[in-house]
C-alpha cells in the first residue's frame, strides 16, 4: 500500500518543491511539483505530480518506486495521464510502467503501456456479473505480431519505443529460428569440465520437448548418509508437450562403501490437466528415511533420526472446483532400524552418544486424504492454464491418515486427523500478517512405530527456523496422541517503523515479531507461549535474493522453571516464481 502524496497526512510523509510550468493545448498551464520521500519506507515515492493551474487536479504523475522495496526489479516507474470528459469527470487516460533488472553486469529492461478507453460512469451491471475469473486470454494473444498491434494502439509509440520494438521483433525472429535455438541446445548439451565438476550436466531436445539434468561429480560422494560415504547419482528426464502437460522421471541412488549396498528412489510424475492443475504420481524405493523429517538442525543427522524402508508410493491430486483441492496418497513400506548397519567414525566425531534408534521391523499400509479449500478464490484463465491469484479467505484444510492392519502383511494401525487454517491479513500502512493454526490428534493408535508419531519440533540455538511452523525456544522435542492445539502469527512491518529514524532508513532494514502458542495437555497440560522480534537486511548476489538478520526470542511455559530466551541468526532465499521467501 502506498500513501498518496495528495492524502491529507502527506506533509508528513513527502517534501514538496516548484520545478517550473509548461503549456498544454487542452488544459492550459501545467505546474510541475516534485516530489521527495522523507522517510525510506514501504508507504512513499519518488516523483513529480503536474497539476493543471487553478483547478489543480492531476493532469500527469510519475512515480518512482524504492529500489529497496522491490524483490524482483531494481528500478521500476509509473507515469499516469488523467483526462477530463464532457462532464468534467476525471478519468484515468494511460498508464506506463518502465522496469529496469540488473543480471550481473547486464540489465533487463521492459515497459507495459496501459490505455484507457469506453469507460462508463457509474455503469450498472446485474447481479453477480463480476465472478472471481480476473482475465481471461485468448490463445490469439500470444500469436499477435507488430502489424496488429500498429492498427490497436491508441498513441503512436515514440521513437524510442519505435526502435526497441523492432529491436525485439528482430530478436525474436533471431531467438524462434532454428539456427539459433540450434545454438542454445548445443550449448546445453555440450560436456564441460566446469559442468560435470560444479553445475552438472543438462541436455535438451526441443523437438521432442526432452530435457536431461545430471548431478556434478561434486555431489557425487556424500559423507554425511548413514553408515559413511555414499556414491551418489541423480538424473531427470522430462518431456512438456505444447498443451503445457508434462511427464517427469526422477533416479536418485546411492551406494554405500562401507556396507556395499545399493539404495535410492525412482520416481514419476505426470501433470495431465494444468487448467484443473490434476497430476498423478508413483515412487518406487529402498533408501533411508527419516523418523523425525522435521527435527531440530543439529539433530536431524543423528543415527537415531534414520531408519531403513522399502516402499512404493502411489499419489493423485486435482482442483476439483475452484478453490478446493484434494490429495490422495497411499503407501506400502517395509521398515526397520539400522541396529545390524555399519557405520564410520566421523559420526562419532560429530555427536556424542550417537547410536541407532532400535524398534521392532514392520510392515505398514496407509492411505492419507488431504482436503484444502479456500473460499472466493481469483484466478486468470489463460489458454492452456488456470493461474491462482489467492483470495481474501482463509485456507482450510483436513488432512486424514488412515493404517489399515493386516493388508499386505501391514501391523501398523492408527487414525490421525488434523485441521488447519492459514490466512494472510494486509494491514496497509502498517504491513502484513500471517496466520496459521494447527489442532490435531489420533483417533487411534492401536499400533504405532516411532516412524508415525507426531513429533512437536524444539529450537534450534542460535538459528531462527521457519516459525510459521517451528517454535524457537521449545526445550525440547517430545510426541503427542491426544489433541494438541498450536498458533503461529508473524508480523512484517515492511520497514515502516525502523526505516522513519534517520540514521537507519538509508540501510532499508525490515523489521518483524511474531507470538507463537502450544497447548498439549497430555504434556502436564502443557502451555507454552513465545514471542520474538528482528531486523532482517535484504541482499542481492549475482541473481540471487536473500535475507538476512538478527532476531531476540523469548519462551515460556507453566512447567518451565524460568524464561528461555537469546539471539538468533535468521537466513531466507526469496523465489521468485512463487513470490515468497
Same mark, same amino acid.
Given at each position: 500500500p502506498i500513501l498518496s502524496p495528495l492524502s491529507n497526512s502527506a506533509l508528513l510523509a513527502y517534501k514538496f518543491g516548484y520545478i517550473n510550468s509548461y503549456q498544454d493545448s487542452q488544459y492550459g498551464r501545467i505546474i510541475r511539483i516534485k516530489m521527495t520521500a522523507r522517510q525510506t519506507s514501504n508507504a512513499t515515492l519518488n516523483g513529480e505530480i503536474h497539476l493543471v493551474d487553478s483547478s489543480f487536479w492531476v493532469y500527469k504523475a510519475i512515480l518512482k518506486f524504492p529500489k529497496h522495496l522491490?524483490?524482483?526489479?531494481?528500478?521500476?516507474?509509473?507515469?499516469?495521464?488523467?483526462?477530463?470528459?464532457?462532464?468534467?469527470?476525471?478519468l484515468i487516460d494511460s498508464q506506463r510502467f518502465k522496469y529496469k533488472k540488473r543480471l550481473g553486469r547486464s540489465n533487463t529492461n521492459a515497459f507495459t503501456k496501459v490505455d484507457y478507453t469506453k469507460i462508463e460512469i457509474i455503469p450498472e451491471f446485474p447481479k453477480n456479473h463480476f465472478g472471481l475469473e480476473i482475465s481471461k486470454t485468448s490463445k490469439e494473444a500470444y500469436e499477435r505480431d507488430s502489424s496488429y498491434w500498429v492498427n490497436t494502439r491508441k498513441q503512436p509509440l515514440s521513437i524510442q519505443e519505435t526502435q526497441f520494438i523492432s529491436k525485439n521483433d528482430s530478436i525474436q525472429r533471431v531467438q524462434n529460428s532454428n539456427a539459433y535455438l540450434d545454438s542454445i541446445e548445443q550449448v546445453i548439451n555440450h560436456v564441460t569440465w566446469k559442468n560435470l565438476l560444479l553445475l552438472g550436466q543438462g541436455y535438451k531436445n526441443r523437438s521432442k520437448g526432452l530435457e536431461m539434468d545430471f548431478? $556434478?561429480?561434486?555431489?557425487?560422494?556424500? $559423507?554425511?548418509?548413514?553408515?559413511?560415504?555414499?556414491?551418489?547419482?541423480?538424473?531427470?528426464?522430462?518431456? #512438456?508437450?505444447?498443451?503445457?502437460?508434462?511427464?517427469?522421471?526422477?533416479?536418485?541412488? +546411492?551406494?554405500?562403501? +562401507?556396507?556395499?549396498?545399493?539404495?535410492? #528412489?525412482?520416481?514419476?510424475?505426470?501433470?495431465?490437466?494444468?487448467?484443473?492443475?490434476?497430476?498423478?504420481?508413483?515412487?518406487?524405493?529402498?533408501?533411508?528415511?527419516?523418523?523425525?523429517? +522435521?527435527s531440530a538442525v543439529f539433530d536431524v543427522l543423528r543415527r537415531d533420526n534414520f531408519y531403513l524402508k522399502k516402499y512404493a508410493t502411489i499419489y493423485h491430486t486435482q482442483e476439483l472446483f475452484n478453490g478446493l483441492f484434494l490429495k490422495v496418497m497411499g503407501e506400502y513400506s517395509n521398515r526397520k532400524d539400522m541396529s545390524s548397519y555399519q557405520f564410520d567414525k566421523l559420526g562419532d566425531s560429530l555427536y556424542e552418544n550417537n547410536k541407532p534408534a532400535f524398534f521392532t521391523e514392520n510392515r505398514s499400509f496407509f492411505s492419507t486424504l488431504t482436503l484444502r479449500y479456500t473460499p472466493f478464490q481469483r484466478y486468470i484463465s489463460e489458454p492452456k492454464q488456470k493461474i491462482i491469484l489467492g483470495s481474501a479467505w482463509p485456507t482450510f484444510s483436513v488432512i486424514y491418515k488412515q493404517a489399515i492392519p493386516r493388508f499386505l502383511g501391514s501391523t501398523i494401525h492408527y487414525t490421525y486427523l488434523e485441521y488447519r487454517i492459514e490466512q494472510q491479513f494486509i494491514w496497509g500502512l502498517l504491513g502484513k500478517s500471517e496466520l496459521r493454526a494447527v489442532s490435531g490428534s489420533f483417533l487411534n493408535h492401536t499400533t504405532v512405530s516411532p516412524i508415525d508419531y507426531k513429533y512437536h519440533r524444539r529450537g534450534d540455538k542460535g538459528m531462527l527456523t521457519n516459525p510459521m511452523v517451528n517454535f524457537q525456544q521449545l526445550d525440547s522435542t517430545f510426541t503427542t496422541f491426544n489433541r494438541f492445539y498450536s498458533l503461529h502469527f508473524q508480523h512484517h512491518f515492511n520497514g515502516s517503523l525502523v526505516n522513519k529514524l534517520p540514521l537507519l532508513k538509508k540501510l532499508s532494514l525490515y523489521e518483524n515479531i511474531g507470538l507463537n502458542l502450544l497447548l498439549a495437555p497430555e504434556r502436564r497440560n502443557l502451555f507454552y507461549y513465545e514471542v520474538y522480534g528482528g531486523?532482517?537486511?535484504?541482499?542481492?548476489?549475482?541473481?540471487?535474493?536473500?535475507?538476512?538478520?538478527?532476531?531476540? #526470542?523469548?519462551?515460556?511455559?507453566?512447567?518451565?522453571?524460568?524464561?528461555?530466551?537469546?539471539?538468533?541468526?535468521?537466513?531466507?532465499?526469496?523465489? $521468485?516464481?512463487?513470490?515468497t521467501w
Open positions: 522491490m524483490a524482483e526489479y531494481d528500478e521500476m516507474t509509473l507515469e499516469q495521464f488523467n483526462r477530463l470528459d464532457s462532464n468534467n469527470n476525471l548431478n $556434478p561429480l561434486i555431489s557425487v560422494f556424500n $559423507p554425511l548418509f548413514p553408515g559413511g560415504m555414499r556414491i551418489c547419482l541423480f538424473s531427470r528426464l522430462s518431456k #512438456t508437450y505444447e498443451n503445457k502437460k508434462e511427464i517427469t522421471f526422477f533416479e536418485n541412488l +546411492n551406494y554405500g562403501i +562401507n556396507n556395499k549396498d545399493l539404495r535410492g #528412489t525412482v520416481s514419476a510424475y505426470h501433470k495431465y490437466n494444468p487448467y484443473k492443475n490434476a497430476s498423478i504420481g508413483v515412487s518406487l524405493g529402498r533408501d533411508f528415511g527419516w523418523i523425525n523429517p +522435521n531486523i532482517d537486511k535484504q541482499l542481492k548476489l549475482w541473481r540471487n535474493t536473500y535475507k538476512i538478520g538478527l532476531y531476540y #526470542t523469548v519462551g515460556y511455559a507453566n512447567i518451565y522453571k524460568k524464561p528461555l530466551y537469546g539471539f538468533k541468526i535468521n537466513f531466507e532465499i526469496y523465489n $521468485p516464481f512463487k513470490n
